[in-house]
């Protein structure tokens, strides 16, 4: 995940103004911005929905990545047009951010990763067009080169994972404990991907990397995690920790890039390093 939640704030009724009018939709609460998008609540055919218009072309790429998973695993999107689209909306209070503050980390990974896996099913329907996973891991090189240390041992573990691929499949790519929610009957569902096309094993990383949630570097937290994820994916564990210390170097690197601290993922580097050299 990169930078901050979302904050609440106050947009004029203007601002969604012809996509209201063009899906005849009634606002329902305040709007709340991202550092990539505008988004408002409102109800569509009588139904809870979310409108959310795009202010960068990832966000946009994202719609059609949800488009095609058609409501499998993720919000079913109801219309779209341009930069905006318009999806389903959770109106459950559970969170998986508070289960895993508050005695359930073990059930709330379990979800994540059974959610994960709806994402990663095989489908029929031509692909969207996807980023390559190795064109992320680009943003890595340039600060391991620069930094040294920590992030080289993250870099080489991205090496390592691209010299030695695993069959690609489509990716979430910001798997988070705020970016699935609680649909009711519908089940848990994601939100917000970035659209990436790669090893499925780089979607499980953020379980153990996420700057939001305080208990990422708890003592003995990534081990446990591990077990879990391992078991519910299928996946050798050392190579979840291998994506576990390159998405942490990466999602360091993209910190210091927008000028903010990079100590959390750095915890979780050297925690899942540690691991590895066990």
Known sequence: MRGPFPSRIYYPALMFASWIERWSLVPDGEAITTRSSRLLPVRWRGLPAMLKVAQEAEEKFGGLLMRWWDGHGAARVYAESGEAILMERAESRRSLFHMAMTGSDD??????????????????????ELVPLERWFEALEPTAHAQAGLFEICAGAARVLFADPHPPTVLHGDIHHGNILDFGERGW??????????????????????????????????EKQLAIVAQEAQLEPRRILCWCLAYAGLSAAWFLQDGESAENPLAVAEIAAAALNR
């Open 107 to 128: 059930a709330a990974t379990r979800i994540i990763c059974r959610t994960i896996a709806s994402l990663h099913t095989t489908r029929s329907m031509p692909l969207p």
């Open 189 to 222: 569902l994601a939100i917000d991907p970035k659209r990436l096309h790669g090893e499925r094993g780089f979607d499980y990383a953020n379980l153990f990397c996420n700057p939001e949630l305080p208990i990422v570097t708890a003592p003995g937290r990534l």
